[in-house]
């Protein structure tokens, strides 16, 4: 079984300040993907990172595929309140069946005014 | 609108009673799957399927069935439920590929008393 370990798992900054999350394995993927989840709802994707050491950018916010495709990193600048949720990375099996997505337990990001 | 819809979005139901969780999506999807999301344990992979007439087996299947005799929908069938499968049941589907995401239903909330 793959494991992603993220963390921290629970954030509580204030509005402006900068952060990062970290998403971490033991094994290698073919590509990772990171979700924010808001209560109530399922999560819903903000980007895929495919190729090691690539970084994508979506506005603040600023996605980092780790060089051996073992690790990912979210980083967000001036955070605001509506950063706040549950964020999810999610790792594609390199190896045989490329099917099914592992995901991470999740960072609790509050953002307060 | 174009998406992935779970019917109905709360249920509950007494101890060794039978549902069936409902799951279309319309965006032509190969790929469809069940999750269940519990505090602290993330979100766990029930059963997936990579066509139609074809489903297997994820991490926490026991106690549900599934079926998929049409690309569109994909249901969730709860045999007898327990109080152990009180949880949030996603639906999600996606392209085959490594650079394709999840989208995902708003979620089923069932409680299991």
């Known amino acids: 079984t793959q494991l992603l370990e993220q963390s921290p798992q629970f954030l509580s900054i204030q509005e402006g300040e900068n952060l990062t999350v970290y998403c971490n394995s033991s094994?290698?993927?073919?590509?990772l993907q990171w979700y924010r989840q808001e209560p109530g709802e399922g999560p819903v994707l903000l980007v895929t990172?495919?190729?090691?050491?690539e970084v994508k950018k979506l506005k603040r916010l600023t996605f980092q595929f780790g060089d051996a495709r073992k690790d990912s990193s979210l980083h967000i600048t001036a955070a605001q309140p509506g950063d706040t949720g549950l964020y999810l990375c999610a790792g594609l099996n390199s190896g045989g069946s490329n099917y099914k997505l592992t995901f991470g337990k999740g960072t609790l990001l509050t953002v307060n005014p | 609108n174009a998406g992935v819809t779970q019917t109905p979005k709360f249920q509950v139901l007494k101890t060794g009673q039978s549902m069936t969780l409902q799951c279309a999506q319309d965006?032509?999807?190969?790929?469809m799957s069940w999750y269940r999301q519990d505090p602290g344990m993330g979100l766990r992979l029930i059963h997936y399927s990579v066509g139609a007439g074809i489903t297997d087996q994820g991490e926490v299947p026991n106690g549900y069935n599934v079926s998929r005799s049409t690309t569109e929908d994909f249901p969730l069938r709860l045999l007898s439920a327990a109080p152990s499968q009180t949880s949030v049941y996603f639906c999600?589907?996606?392209?085959?590929?490594?650079?394709?995401?999840?989208?995902f239903g708003s979620g089923t909330r069932l409680t299991v008393v």
């Open positions: 965006m032509n999807h190969e790929y």
């Open positions: 999600a589907s996606r392209y085959l590929g490594t650079d394709y995401g999840y989208t």
């Open positions: 094994s290698v993927f073919s590509s």
């Open positions: 990172v495919v190729t090691g050491g």
